[in-house]
């Protein structure tokens, strides 16, 4: 079993940044994809974006091509993801998610999941 734990979310002006983390425990972590999905008020949840086991390989949805990067730190038991130019569309509960090696975007393919960390971006 795998448990998550996001960080770093937060309210920033539009254009701003910030850097979500997610923590895992388990020894197995580097075995995982780890996904981003985020649920704005109203909406379903959504894919944002995720990396494979490795790191080797990411995907994204379009909305965040150019402004978000994600990346691993398997020494570390960490995944971070970088937000740049931030929006307020952007607001939303931002979630991590881990699954077996390869990268999905469907929230029910994957296993695990924290708890959410809001992020707040005002106009």
């Known amino acids: 079993q795998v448990q998550l734990v996001e960080s770093g979310g937060g309210l920033v002006q539009a254009g701003g940044s910030l850097r979500l983390s997610c923590a895992a425990s388990?020894?197995?972590?580097?075995?995982?994809?780890v996904g981003w999905f985020r649920q704005a008020a109203g909406k379903e949840r959504e894919f944002v974006k995720a990396?494979?086991?490795?790191?080797?390989?990411?995907y994204y949805a379009d909305f965040v091509k150019g402004r978000f990067t994600i990346s691993r730190d398997n020494a570390k038991n960490m995944v971070y993801l970088q937000m740049n130019s931030l929006k307020p569309e952007d607001t939303a509960v931002y979630y991590c998610?881990?699954?077996?090696?390869?990268?999905?975007?469907?929230?029910?393919?994957?296993?695990?999941w924290g708890q959410g960390t809001q992020v707040t971006v005002s106009s």
């Open positions: 998610a881990v699954r077996p090696f390869t990268i999905a975007t469907m929230d029910d393919q994957y296993d695990y």
């Open positions: 388990g020894r197995t972590f580097s075995s995982y994809a």
């Open positions: 990396i494979n086991w490795s790191g080797g390989s990411t």
